[in-house]
């Protein structure tokens, strides 16, 4: 899906800069067995890890782990040092947004201000919290790129309906495979060594560096299968761990897609049903048909004449995206479509322009290449173009909010040129204690997927909040939720687990929004990254 991500902790990034990180002089290696002082620590060059006086550093790391005295790459790392005194010191806490292909390396700087936030600041207190750009990512070296403009407007239908159309996708799925391929020499042999497990070796080598013997580990989203992937190759360096909204290992990656489009479908026409049950701020239908016809009549509107020659029916799926990520978005998505569709004005289509090219980091393909690079050769996916064509009609059937968006996001796969690999099997028993949160209605890691991994984590806890639709939303205001998480990793005591229920703990989750006419018409005015990123606090 447009990637397993979390949309929250991505803004952080958005607001901070992808490519904004730690100064090449700044590089250290890490042996094995090195200890925290062999780093060479320097001065950060974003803005955010400035403020909170933060250390980074390009650690040095095999390419190749089956190689290890061979080429090097290098990661882009930060650290947060502990406040507390060294009597209360835990350790590090590494920490990844998810993706693959989100930068992580200031979300170690947002994390502490969201626990701080809540008073909850002695939970951070105790740790060195360490970001990181995963390899190929952002400030790490060498940073994947293939073609930077792949998703400039205006584009062909995402619905192949016509053989013009499936041509143009297959043709441009392919060529960005090969640009990947054909970008570097150092790209190309990259992209050789880009699974998860190489990810989770890259963590290791972090720990090692560091002279760690454990670790505590908070991912999101995609970041979740780095930990179960982590955890299940180096149980023994796994002191505490935190995933929220967890990827099912059963279906990694072209099931899991697939699965997303019906979770997608049936949350969007949730947000549906809240516009119609304010119709008298929206004015855009009073029943959730209503408003889903008007939805997609506009969409089909936009094939012959896009926004501004820029919003076509592709980018009026992408910008809406986001109502089935987060709740928080409906208040400004909502203005956005309401505006357009009862004033057709210039202010409102600039709006729309402007919110599809802050959602998607136009100009800079490297999470899209990371993506692709990750997915594509963690497994193999069907190289059966007749195959994605029988699949993807048949969920398009019952879920076309952005089934055929979401097959041509990773149709590159089918032209992948590294070799794919085999997923590793996930095993959790090994862990001690875990804390998994979810919320029942996620769409981009559908709930099973929790409730798999508390199977393979008999040791885990899984704290779930029925009825929430947002995905991978922790430390956003839910003290239910939040507090949990800070007792854990100030105690490491976890809820108590019932092998009876299907989860261990419920909290509610945050309440939905609730539209004025005034709310509605600031939260129109504002970029889709803006609005995330005051989820968190974060001011670009």
Same mark, same amino acid.
């Given at each position: 899906?447009?990637?397993?991500?979390?949309? =929250?902790?991505?803004?952080?990034?958005?607001?901070?800069?992808?490519?904004?990180?730690?100064?090449?002089?700044?590089?250290?290696?890490?042996?094995?067995?090195?200890?925290?002082?062999?780093?060479?620590?320097?001065?950060?060059?974003?803005?955010?890890?400035?403020?909170? %006086?933060?250390?980074?550093?390009?650690?040095?790391? *095999?390419?190749?782990?089956?190689?290890?005295? =061979?080429?090097?790459?290098?990661?882009?790392?930060?650290?947060?040092?502990?406040?507390?005194?060294?009597?209360?010191?835990?350790?590090?806490?590494?920490?990844?947004?998810?993706?693959?292909?989100?930068?992580?390396?200031?979300?170690?700087?947002?994390?502490?201000?969201?626990?701080?936030?809540?008073?909850?600041?002695?939970?951070?207190?105790?740790?060195?919290?360490?970001?990181?750009?995963?390899? =190929?990512?952002?400030?790490?070296? /060498?940073?994947?790129?293939?073609?930077?403009?792949?998703?400039? /407007?205006?584009?062909?239908?995402?619905?192949?309906?016509?053989?013009?159309?499936?041509?143009?996708?297959?043709?441009?799925?392919?060529?960005?495979?090969?640009?990947?391929?054909?970008?570097?020499?150092?790209?190309?042999?990259?992209?050789?060594? &880009?699974?998860?497990?190489?990810?989770?070796?890259? &963590?290791?080598?972090?720990?090692?560096?560091?002279?760690?013997?454990?670790?505590?580990?908070?991912?999101?989203?995609?970041?979740?299968?780095?930990?179960?992937?982590?955890?299940?190759?180096?149980?023994?360096?796994?002191?505490?761990?935190?995933?929220?909204?967890?990827?099912?290992?059963?279906?990694?990656?072209?099931?899991?897609?697939?699965?997303?489009?019906?979770?997608?479908?049936?949350?969007?026409?949730?947000?549906?049903?809240?516009?119609?049950?304010?119709?008298?701020?929206?004015?855009?239908?009073?029943?959730?048909?209503?408003?889903?016809?008007?939805?997609?009549?506009?969409?089909?509107?936009?094939?012959?004449?896009?926004?501004?020659?820029?919003v076509g029916p592709d980018e009026w799926t992408d910008i809406f995206l986001g109502a089935g990520y987060y709740e928080q978005t409906w208040l400004q998505l909502g203005s956005a479509f309401a505006d357009w569709e009862n004033t057709h004005s210039a202010k409102a289509a600039k709006n729309?322009?402007?919110?599809?090219?802050?959602?998607?980091?136009?100009?800079?393909?490297?999470?899209?290449?990371?993506?692709?690079?990750?997915?594509?050769?963690?497994?193999?996916? /069907?190289?059966?173009?007749?195959?994605?064509?029988?699949?993807?009609?048949?969920?398009?059937?019952?879920?076309?909010?952005?089934?055929?968006?979401?097959?041509?996001?990773?149709? *590159?796969?089918?032209?992948?040129?590294?070799?794919?690999?085999?997923?590793?099997?996930?095993?959790?028993?090994?862990?001690?204690?875990?804390?998994?949160?979810?919320?029942?209605?996620?769409?981009?890691?559908?709930?099973?997927?929790?409730?798999?991994?508390?199977?393979?984590?008999?040791?885990?806890?899984?704290?779930?909040?029925?009825?929430?639709?947002?995905?991978?939303?922790?430390?956003?205001?839910?003290?239910?939720?939040?507090?949990?998480?800070?007792?854990?990793?100030?105690?490491?005591?976890?809820?108590?687990?019932? /092998?009876?229920?299907?989860?261990?703990?419920?909290?509610? *989750?945050?309440?939905?929004?609730?539209?004025?006419?005034?709310?509605?018409?600031?939260?129109?005015?504002?970029?889709?990254?803006?609005?995330?990123?005051?989820?968190?606090?974060? %001011? *670009?």
């Amino acid at each position: 899906m447009r990637r397993f991500v979390v949309v =929250g902790a991505t803004a952080c990034l958005l607001a901070g800069g992808a490519a904004a990180g730690v100064p090449a002089a700044a590089a250290a290696s890490a042996p094995r067995g090195a200890s925290g002082s062999g780093v060479q620590w320097g001065k950060c060059t974003d803005s955010y890890l400035q403020q909170v %006086h933060a250390s980074c550093t390009l650690l040095s790391v *095999p390419l190749n782990y089956s190689d290890p005295a =061979g080429p090097k790459i290098k990661i882009a790392v930060s650290r947060i040092k502990h406040t507390s005194s060294a009597k209360n010191y835990q350790g590090v806490i590494l920490t990844n947004p998810g993706g693959p292909g989100g930068s992580g390396l200031n979300l170690n700087v947002f994390l502490i201000d969201a626990l701080k936030a809540e008073h909850l600041g002695a939970a951070a207190a105790d740790y060195d919290w360490i970001g990181f750009d995963p390899r =190929g990512v952002g400030s790490s070296v /060498p940073a994947l790129t293939c073609q930077p403009n792949y998703f400039s /407007p205006d584009r062909l239908p995402y619905n192949p309906k016509t053989k013009a159309i499936l041509s143009y996708w297959k043709a441009r799925s392919a060529k960005y495979a090969a640009a990947c391929q054909t970008h570097s020499a150092a790209q190309a042999a990259l992209l050789k060594n &880009m699974t998860t497990v190489d990810a989770a070796r890259d &963590m290791d080598s972090i720990r090692q560096a560091l002279g760690q013997k454990q670790i505590t580990y908070y991912g999101f989203s995609y970041g979740t299968y780095l930990g179960q992937v982590y955890s299940t190759l180096f149980p023994g360096h796994v002191r505490r761990l935190i995933m929220d909204s967890n990827v099912d290992p059963r279906h990694v990656w072209y099931t899991a897609n697939l699965k997303q489009d019906i979770a997608f479908n049936r949350n969007v026409n949730i947000w549906f049903g809240w516009l119609a049950k304010y119709d008298n701020v929206y004015h855009l239908g009073a029943t959730e048909s209503a408003v889903q016809h008007r939805w997609y009549a506009e969409k089909a509107r936009l094939a012959k004449h896009p926004i501004l020659g820029k919003v076509g029916p592709d980018e009026w799926t992408d910008i809406f995206l986001g109502a089935g990520y987060y709740e928080q978005t409906w208040l400004q998505l909502g203005s956005a479509f309401a505006d357009w569709e009862n004033t057709h004005s210039a202010k409102a289509a600039k709006n729309l322009v402007a919110l599809y090219k802050g959602s998607d980091g136009l100009g800079n393909d490297n999470g899209f290449a990371v993506y692709n690079a990750v997915q594509c050769t963690d497994v193999q996916w /069907p190289l059966s173009w007749a195959k994605w064509a029988r699949d993807n009609t048949r969920i398009n059937r019952i879920a076309p909010f952005e089934t055929w968006g979401n097959a041509w996001f990773n149709a *590159p796969c089918l032209y992948w040129k590294a070799p794919a690999s085999t997923p590793t099997k996930v095993n959790g028993s090994k862990i001690s204690s875990a804390l998994l949160i979810d919320e029942t209605l996620d769409a981009a890691t559908p709930f099973e997927g929790s409730l798999e991994v508390r199977k393979l984590f008999p040791r885990s806890v899984l704290l779930a909040e029925p009825g929430g639709t947002s995905h991978a939303d922790s430390l956003f205001g839910d003290l239910c939720v939040d507090r949990t998480i800070a007792n854990y990793l100030v105690s490491g005591k976890l809820p108590t687990r019932k /092998p009876a229920a299907r989860w261990d703990k419920t909290c509610k *989750p945050l309440p939905r929004p609730v539209p004025t006419g005034s709310s509605a018409r600031e939260a129109s005015s504002s970029s889709f990254s803006t609005t995330l990123s005051q989820l968190r606090g974060i %001011h *670009p």
